[in-house]
């Protein structure tokens, strides 16, 4: 992507200006979800959304076929298949890629990204999840799926979580609230292109 002010040329993973006047420089990162409307409608009754074209993704071919298309790739990472997609999370100096295959099969992780403890909680059959760190108030929780799709309870103290909005719904912590981890969602060719070094959790 460009800016129309500078016509710096800016990386839409990493953030980071590569091209022009602003080279070198970075934008901030702001927390986001990644969620489908009737989700999103359920826990933000209120919420708007912007007009969009409603016809057809003509990206849809894209996503399947085995290519990368027009962009190409400086490092070869065999550890995924180079479409498949994964959660990238960057932290405290750690990078880590989560494939959707298995956070849909496990929808709860705990986990450390750059020696920071977190928990991802995921949906696959709406593709919708967030990270947030574990600690809070110096307590490291451990979470756990529940029966509902993007719920998780913690182990400790038996609350439970929306994973939305990463808020203790009931339980002695009803009302706390986990701080939330920026997130990247990529195919696996771009991300490893850009994060070599990447871990991957399998």
Avoid at 10 to 37: F, M, N, V
Avoid at 76 to 91: A, H, M, N, T, Y
Avoid at 166 to 183: E, F, K
Wanted: net charge neutral.
């Amino acid at each position: 992507m460009f800016d129309r002010e500078t016509n710096t040329l800016w990386s839409h993973l990493t953030g980071e200006a590569i091209e022009g006047p602003l080279k070198g420089r970075t934008l901030e990162i702001i927390i986001s979800d990644r969620s489908t409307w009737g989700v999103w409608r359920q826990r933000y009754p209120s919420a708007q959304i912007m007009r969009t074209d409603t016809t057809d993704d003509p990206y849809l071919s894209y996503y399947s076929a085995p290519d990368t298309g027009i962009s190409s790739t400086r490092h070869q990472d065999g550890r995924l298949g180079p479409k498949e997609r994964v959660v990238g999370v960057r932290l405290a100096g750690g990078v880590k890629a989560y494939a959707f295959n298995a956070l849909q099969r496990e929808r709860v992780v705990n986990d450390e990204v750059g020696g920071t403890p977190v928990v991802l909680i995921f949906d696959g059959r709406s593709e919708s999840g967030a990270v947030y760190r574990r600690e809070l108030n110096g307590t490291l929780l451990t979470f756990q799926p529940t029966g509902t799709a993007l719920q998780m309870r913690d182990r400790d103290n038996g609350s439970t979580w929306d994973g939305i909005t990463g808020r203790a719904l009931d339980g002695p912590l009803v009302g706390a609230s986990l701080d939330p981890v920026p997130i990247t969602y990529s195919f696996w060719f771009g991300w490893a292109d850009f994060y070599p070094q990447t871990s991957l959790y399998k």
